[in-house]
């Protein structure tokens, strides 16, 4: 991935303006804006990005800063149908998704050169079976398939509404339902062993 770039910053109060204040001065070309509306939701995006593009943290990086640039170009296009947050998450939704497609393709091929599996880690004493039962949620999410992981992450970790959701995987509302109770079923029966319910 190319070199960061860094935002300047908005100097004076920055909390004072709005959001869509701050989207609409990036819209005008205003860096400051730009840097002010990264300040507010760079860790947002990170934590979503980390959790469904299969990346390492310098990847994730990248893909902030990918978000964010492409903000600034999109910004002159938002419509006001969602809150500037759902709209920068429907952004990340599609850098994530495109990395996420090129790392299952890299992924493949590099296993077609017989890579070895990297070895399951060892099991973990008594004491850490709290850890472990995180591990194997974890694991569950990250199996799921990539439209059920991110309808998952958007709603369930980053607490959005199945609406806001909706707006931002450009989707139903219902098909935002559907996602996260196949995701909540799937993850279940990867951690008890149980079926899958029909």
Not at 107 to 125: H, S
Not at 138 to 158: I, N, S, T
Request: proline share 3%; hydrophobic share 45%.
């Amino acid at each position: 991935m190319g070199k960061l770039i860094p935002f300047r910053r908005v100097e004076g109060a920055v909390e004072e303006l709005s959001d869509e204040a701050l989207l609409s001065a990036t819209g005008q070309g205003e860096q400051a804006a730009l840097g002010a509306l990264f300040d507010r939701f760079h860790a947002d995006v990170y934590r979503f990005v980390a959790r469904v593009a299969f990346s390492t943290p310098n990847d994730v990086d990248d893909l902030v800063q990918q978000t964010f640039l492409e903000v600034c170009q999109a910004a002159a296009r938002f419509n006001g149908r969602s809150s500037v947050k759902t709209w920068i998450f429907g952004v990340a939704v599609n850098i994530a998704r495109t990395h996420a497609r090129s790392e299952r393709r890299r992924q493949a091929a590099v296993g077609r050169f017989g890579e070895v599996p990297m070895a399951e880690p060892e099991q973990l004493d008594a004491a850490a079976d709290r850890a472990q039962a995180l591990e194997r949620v974890a694991r569950a999410v990250d199996a799921l398939p990539y439209d059920l992981r991110v309808a998952y992450v958007l709603c369930v970790f980053e607490e959005l509404t199945a609406k806001e959701a909706a707006t931002a995987l450009d989707t139903r509302e219902g098909t935002v339902w559907r996602r996260v109770h196949e995701a909540r079923e799937l993850i279940r029966v990867a951690i008890t062993g149980g079926s899958h319910a029909p």
